[in-house]
């Protein structure tokens, strides 16, 4: 094919690529994006229809020195109190454990037997039911301290936050380019200094984004805390006593009849999907700077 027949190809294409669409793909493209507007908005029905229930039920209850007290003076300040308790206690005994896990995943175990084992029960426990979570922490910790207690509870946390920031962690490390472990190896640097200092500085935004998003689904957790950190409708006496949680008061206090309970409960769950959102848009933010680095 000559210069001339080429030059005439590539102008018929350009003109092609710049004509407007026929009246049967201009069809096709207005019927594909109205019936996916409308099954967004159908989507979006239970989201916004939960919202403004719990919104227009629990908004008149909010009041200053309701997050002070406690249940049994008519707030929920021990429950907050006992919600970050023992989140807190999952993320200390989750965090460093799923991301040392992820990083032996990633980077020093890729081929191993053992390596398709773990991850075969990490994608198994992804699954498991929390109450099943509840009952195993229940009968790890509580059958023997002999007690229900926020220790318990933030085991139970950390049992259902492991599997999410292992799989995150290993899929982080993995995105890296290679390029820049062979960069470092290049210039000296050791199996570890590549690891700790490379890899796992250029995978840390998508660590935190998974450490966080673990957070915020444990946060919301209420059958482990039934079996382990039981509910205190006072503050908690200490870390080895029962504690409560916000998600164990809507549990326990939904059915009764006191208008003034019933009314605390539809407020308790303003404030629990409002921590749930504040740690989902930390998250956010977080993948958002690692996209703009």
């Known amino acids: 094919m000559n210069d001339y027949s080429k030059s005439a190809v590539d102008e018929s294409l350009v003109a092609e690529l710049y004509s407007p669409l026929t009246i049967r793909r201009l069809f096709f493209t207005y019927a594909m994006n109205a019936i996916a507007f409308i099954f967004t908005v159908l989507a979006l029905v239970p989201l ?3 919202l403004w229930e ?11 020195d309701i997050f002070i007290k406690a249940v049994i003076d008519q707030g929920f300040g021990n429950a907050i109190l006992g919600t970050i308790t ?6 200390l ?3 460093p454990t799923g991301i040392m896990t992820g990083i032996f995943l990633s980077e020093f175990s890729q081929t191993n037997s053992t390596t398709h084992l773990v991850r075969f029960i990490i994608n198994i426990l992804t699954g498991v039911p929390s109450i ?8 790890i910790i509580v059958l023997a301290t002999k007690g229900f207690s926020a220790i318990a ?8 936050m492991l599997p999410v920031i292992i799989l995150t962690t290993e899929e982080s490390l993995k995105l890296v380019p290679t390029s820049q ?3 470092s190896a290049a210039l000296g640097g050791t199996r570890l200094q590549t690891t700790f200092r490379i890899v796992f500085t250029a995978a840390l935004p998508g660590i935190t984004t998974g ?3 673990a957070i915020a689904r444990a946060a919301g957790e209420t059958a482990p805390l039934i079996f382990t950190a039981l509910f205190s409708l006072d503050w908690s006496a200490g870390l080895l006593n029962p504690t409560a949680s916000l998600p164990v008061l809507i549990f326990n206090l939904y059915n009764d009849p006191d208008p003034q309970v019933n009314q605390l409960v539809w407020t308790t769950s303003i404030v629990l999907l409002c921590l749930i959102l504040c740690v989902s848009l930390v998250s956010r933010l977080v993948i958002q700077q690692r996209r703009i680095k």
């Open 48 to 50: 916004l229809s939960i």
């Open 54 to 64: 719990i919104l227009a039920r629990g908004i008149t209850g909010i009041k200053p």
């Open 86 to 91: 023992m989140v807190s206690i999952g993320a």
């Open 93 to 95: 005994l989750s965090i």
């Open 132 to 139: 099943i979570v509840g009952i195993f922490a229940y009968g």
């Open 153 to 160: 509870g933030g085991f139970a946390l950390s049992v259902i």
């Open 181 to 183: 472990r062979l960069a």
């Open 211 to 213: 450490a966080l998003l």
